[in-house]
C-alpha cells in the first residue's frame, strides 16, 4: 500500500478494516497540500493499529519504486487515502 491522506481524516479508521491484508505501507506527504499528513505522522498511525512493516517516503516516486523489485513476480500496489493522492500520482506520471 502506498498512503496519503489529510489531515481531516482518521487513517486509523481509514486502514483498520483493511490491515490484514496489507503486507507494507509506505507512507508519503500528498505535496501541495496544505491540509496534509506527514509521511512520518501517517506512518506512526499506521504501526499504531498493527501494521508493522511501514516506512515513510519522500515522494510517491520513492515509494512506488522501493515496492518494485524485478527479481520477483509482479505484486499488487494499492495507492489509497485520497483523491488528491490519485491527483498527485497523475500529475507526477503523465504515462499512466
Same mark, same amino acid.
Given at each position: +500500500?502506498? &498512503?496519503?491522506? $489529510?489531515?481531516? *481524516?482518521?487513517?486509523?479508521? &481509514?486502514?483498520?478494516?483493511? *490491515?490484514? %491484508? #496489507?503486507?507494507?505501507?509506505?507512507? +508519503?506527504?500528498?505535496?501541495?497540500?496544505?491540509?496534509?499528513?506527514?509521511?512520518?505522522?501517517? !506512518?506512526? !498511525?499506521?504501526?499504531?493499529?498493527?501494521? *508493522?512493516?511501514?516506512?515513510? =517516503?519522500?515522494? &510517491?516516486?520513492?515509494? %512506488?519504486?522501493? $515496492? #518494485?523489485?524485478?527479481? =520477483?513476480?509482479?505484486?499488487? #500496489?494499492?495507492?489509497?487515502?485520497? $483523491?488528491?493522492? !490519485?491527483?498527485?500520482?497523475?500529475?507526477?506520471?503523465?504515462?499512466?
Amino acid at each position: +500500500v502506498i &498512503f496519503g491522506m $489529510l489531515s481531516t *481524516k482518521k487513517p486509523e479508521e &481509514f486502514l483498520d478494516p483493511i *490491515k490484514h %491484508f #496489507i503486507n507494507s505501507v509506505s507512507t +508519503v506527504h500528498i505535496t501541495d497540500e496544505m491540509a496534509c499528513f506527514s509521511a512520518e505522522e501517517l !506512518a506512526k !498511525a499506521t504501526t499504531a493499529i498493527g501494521i *508493522k512493516n511501514c516506512h515513510p =517516503q519522500i515522494s &510517491f516516486d520513492q515509494a %512506488f519504486n522501493n $515496492l #518494485i523489485d524485478p527479481s =520477483q513476480d509482479p505484486s499488487r #500496489i494499492l495507492a489509497c487515502g485520497s $483523491l488528491y493522492l !490519485a491527483g498527485l500520482i497523475l500529475r507526477e506520471n503523465k504515462s499512466f
